[in-house]
């Protein structure tokens, strides 16, 4: 039953929540489904007012690091340990059956089918295909599985310091059981994968339903420049810059005007910037921003009128630089 399903995601800061409203804003567009976003306590009140007014349910959940520095450190990437805080998403008992999406996902497609999947069913990982990547996850909630993962993250930590080490290590039947529970690439097709096979990408990009933005550059820090309407893809990533545009123009239309200046960090930064061809914000603006949220989360997005990129690339400020 649609009724006791969701998606579900994590926001770890103020900054993941932007990640988390985006993708929020995207999955609407395409399903009646429950969003259930987990948050740390790092997420200020600011934040969740907004995640409230997307998600149907915000939950706070502890953060748990696995402290695991000398295995963290073969990954270069130290802050993946409080990740580890996703295995909270177990404890959503409510729900029959959850997919899990990280917070540096975008929905371009109606994947619902994936509801049809068991636990575990995921994306094999291209650094490691024997293992699945934990971006996006076909789970059931269970108590039992969540209190069985953290006994395993006591008694056998996590080979790579993370919830995916964990994860694998837990499922471990996963590349042998049933491939049933292999979900195909374009269920979690990451940036860097697509760039190192560009004719696979050319043949069967359309196909695309979830993009994974994967590694330490996320949509959010890709430069835009105001006075030539150009993005400035970091990294192997210029293939993607039709999801980054995107994943702006979600960002412009339908999560910036209600930022407010009392988030945290990044998202406070962007709060102050102005989209609205440099007049300031009043009610009838408000409300006006408000229709269009409305209208593009019933799937009616104006494309080729104000919701066009070209007129968001128009209204973003020149801020946006120094940010």
Known sequence: MAEDQAYVTLAT??????GALVLAHSLKRFTNRKLV????PNVTPHMRSQLSSVFDEVREVNVLDSKDEARLALMARPELGVTLTKIHCWCLTHYSKAVFLDADTLV???CDELFDREELSAVADVGWPDCFNSGVFVF???EETFRALLNHAREHGSFDGGDQGLLNSYFSDWRTKDISRHLSFIYNMNSNASYTYLPAYKQFGSDV???????PVKPWMHRYHPGTGRLDVFGDCRHLEEHLRLWWNIFATQV???LQPDCAGLAGALSRVSLEEGEGRTPETAASSQARRHAWERGQIDYLGSDAFSNIERKLD???DGV
């Open 13 to 18: 800061d103020d900054t993941y929540g932007l």
């Open 209 to 215: 339903k979830i993009i994974h933005f994967l590694g």
């Open 37 to 40: 976003v987990l948050v740390s």
């Open 256 to 258: 910036q005007p209600f």
């Open 318 to 320: 020149a801020a946006i």
């Open 140 to 142: 059931r909630p269970s």
């Open 108 to 110: 371009v497609q109606n």
